[in-house]
């Protein structure tokens, strides 16, 4: 990515910080933290060649974890955060044994059946997860004695945690250990016979994947001060691979763009159009055909070409 264009993103991140419109700097928060999760599944889908339609498990767990660790059992903030994190991690790492048992269609139809499988917990063990009315009274946390529940603060906070999230994402697929994971994508074979163990590579990404994913689930349930047996449904899954594929899979802008796109479908177009769901499908259908690379790598190579038709000319 240029300098300018480095510095037009960076803009445009802390432009919620400075307008006097709460829905928009709300608006802004659920894209980064829609960004942050659509990321995780990027490492999986776009680097990593693995197809999921489980992923919201890890934002769903994440989320009811610190909600009913926080208001059910009374614990602080800070600890339920890091309980959640890690248990989602764990949970990550055992659900990579069985799906990582498969590929193709196979290890989709694993992550899906634990999706659903979670989603079915939710719903049914209403002691724990307050069933179908799931679990209210959620409250931002105020670190260094900062007040969370106004929109700028809390964006602030969602902006630091997406930039952290962003800067380790982008370290891990520009190191080795990324480096073999998109060439077990691509040559899977090949990286057996130079000595490299795809099956651990792809494992240690599931987890990470997960963990981000967790990461997302935190700022999801503050941010809703609410969580419900929805965060775990396929729906949820199936959107932010649509996010994936729409922003550019396998590209590190790809899922902000991807995940503006239906955040923005979905809070701000759904006001003024009663089937907002048949134009994001619309939308999609319209990127696959015209940028099937997704919206990011498509626009790149758009302004390429637009920059070398006058020399062409010349």
């Given at each position: ?14 432009l919620?910080?400075?307008i ?100 079915g ?5 209403v ?44 370290a ?10 998109m ?108 940028m ?16 070398a ?6």
């Amino acid at each position: 990515m240029s300098r300018l264009a480095l510095v037009g993103l960076g803009l445009l991140l802390a432009l919620p910080l400075v307008i006097e419109a709460p829905y928009y700097t709300d608006t802004a928060s659920q894209i980064l933290i829609a960004a942050v999760f659509a990321a995780s599944l990027n490492l999986l889908v776009g680097y990593g060649g693995l197809v999921s339609l489980g992923h919201a498990a890890y934002l769903g767990t994440a989320a009811y974890l610190t909600a009913y660790l926080s208001v059910t059992v009374g614990l602080g903030h800070g600890t339920a955060i890091v309980l959640a994190l890690l248990a989602t991690a764990a949970m990550a790492a055992a659900f990579g044994l069985l799906a990582l048992r498969a590929s193709g269609i196979g290890f989709l139809m694993i992550t899906l059946a634990l999706g659903q499988t979670l989603w079915g917990v939710a719903y049914r063990w209403v002691g724990v997860t307050g069933g179908d009315n799931g679990i209210v009274g959620v409250t931002r946390p105020a670190p260094f004695g900062l007040d969370l529940s106004a929109p700028k603060p809390f964006y602030a906070c969602v902006l630091i945690g997406f930039l952290i999230a962003m800067a380790a994402i982008a370290a891990f697929v520009r190191s080795g250990l990324g480096a073999s994971l998109m060439g077990s994508r691509d040559q899977p074979r090949r990286m057996r016979m130079l000595g490299h163990n795809v099956w651990l590579v792809q494992w240690i990404s599931f987890v990470l994947a997960g963990f981000w994913a967790a990461v997302a689930g935190i700022g999801f349930v503050y941010y809703h001060a609410f969580v419900s047996p929805h965060v775990l449904a396929l729906t949820n899954s199936a959107e932010v691979l649509l996010m994936v594929i729409a922003g550019g899979a396998g590209t590190l802008l790809g899922p902000l763009v991807g995940a503006a796109l239906v955040v923005i479908l979905k809070n701000v177009v759904s006001a003024y159009v009663v089937r907002w769901m048949m134009l994001l499908g619309l939308v999609f259908l319209a990127i696959v055909v015209f940028m099937p690379e997704g919206l990011a790598p498509g626009a790149r190579a758009l302004l390429g070409r637009l920059r070398a038709r006058p020399t062409a000319r010349e």
